[in-house]
Every structure is written in structure tokens, then in C-alpha cells.
């Protein structure tokens, strides 16, 4: 499984960096232009005026859009010490926190939801990224990692943050691409 795993997330890499070469160029224009509530947008068609007069910041429970995706943040969970079965699982290096997170495919062409794109905060402003291999084991399913969602359907799933024992996530920021503007959702 591990081999799988690492088959993937290379695979990954490689489709970013193939994908990222032409649109590194445009990540400025692209991230203002499909941004969703973060990035402000006047360049008529492509912005869309209901993503702009959705709250900057959410909450749980609260619908929040970031490009063709409108993610709604279920609950979270910390002081996770272990994901997955005695015989196939991952132990935090510090704390995991869970994210349950529906995403719903708000655009017009598919869309693949990469669960790595995510980012948490504590308080102070540290970023922590989510723990992808860890995420394997929270989803049995695996909705959260490299899934395609096609236009108008949503998928559930958890996204896993391993943190110090000693930290409080009090923010998400929640991404329909890697080069997105992002929408924060605060927690608590």
C-alpha cells in the first residue's frame, strides 16, 4: 500500500509541475479571476456576484466558495493520536486534526479536489498542510484525495492535519486548486 501511495504522490507532483510550467505565468490573474470570496474580482464574466457577496470568512456549518468549488466544513477534530487499523495505519507525529468537509462541484466542467491544496492556521499564523498519506487511512473511500467531482455533484470527506500536541487549529483555508486565492473558514 505504502508503494501505491507513493506511486501517487508522485504522480502528483509530476501532473503539477506539468500543469504548473504554463499556468505559473498566470497564477496571479487566474487566482484573482476564479478566487472566489477572497480575491476580488472585476473582470465581469468570470467573476460570479453571488461568490461575492458570500461572507470573506465563514464558519462551520456555513457554505464558503473558492473557485468551482462551494466547500462546507462539518466538524473538526483534534487530539487524534492514531488513524487506520493495529495493521495498516499512520501515527501522528504530534496531533491529528480531522476535517469532515462536503465539496460541492459549483462550476461547469469537472473539477479534481486535492485534498493537499488545504492549509490550516493556529492562532499565531503558523500554516500547517494536510497530511495526505494520513488522509488515505481517515477516508476509507478516499473522496478527498485526487477525485474528480463533476459539475453540480458533491463528495464527503476528511481532511487530515498532523499537529504539535500543543497547538489549536482556529482557521482553514480551503482551496479548489493549488493556485487559487483560497476561502477561510475559522473553527470554534
Not at 499512520?90 to 493537499?116: H, P, R, W, Y
Amino acid at each position: 500500500m505504502r508503494k501505491t501511495t507513493t506511486l501517487a504522490l508522485i504522480a502528483t507532483g509530476l501532473i503539477a509541475l506539468g500543469c504548473g510550467s504554463g499556468a505559473a505565468d498566470n497564477a496571479g490573474s487566474s487566482a484573482n479571476e476564479e478566487g472566489g470570496t477572497k480575491a476580488s474580482s472585476s473582470t465581469g464574466d468570470k467573476g460570479d456576484a453571488k461568490t461575492e457577496k458570500k461572507p470573506a470568512t465563514a464558519k462551520i456549518g456555513q457554505p464558503a466558495r473558492d473557485g468551482k468549488f462551494e466547500f462546507t466544513v462539518k466538524s473538526a477534530k483534534c487530539g487524534v493520536a492514531k488513524i487506520g487499523s493495529d495493521m495498516l495505519g499512520q501515527k501522528a507525529q504530534g496531533q491529528f486534526c480531522l476535517v469532515t468537509v462536503n465539496v460541492k462541484n459549483i462550476g461547469k466542467e469537472a473539477q479534481m479536489f486535492d485534498g493537499s491544496s488545504q492549509k490550516a492556521y493556529a492562532a499565531d499564523g503558523t500554516e500547517y498542510s494536510a497530511d495526505t498519506s494520513a488522509a488515505i487511512y481517515a477516508n476509507k473511500n478516499a473522496e478527498t484525495f485526487l477525485n474528480d467531482v463533476n459539475p453540480g455533484n458533491q463528495v464527503s470527506g476528511v481532511v487530515v492535519f498532523d499537529i504539535p500536541k500543543n497547538v489549536k487549529i482556529t482557521k482553514l483555508e480551503l482551496h479548489d486548486s493549488m493556485f487559487s486565492g483560497g476561502v477561510d473558514v475559522t473553527l470554534g
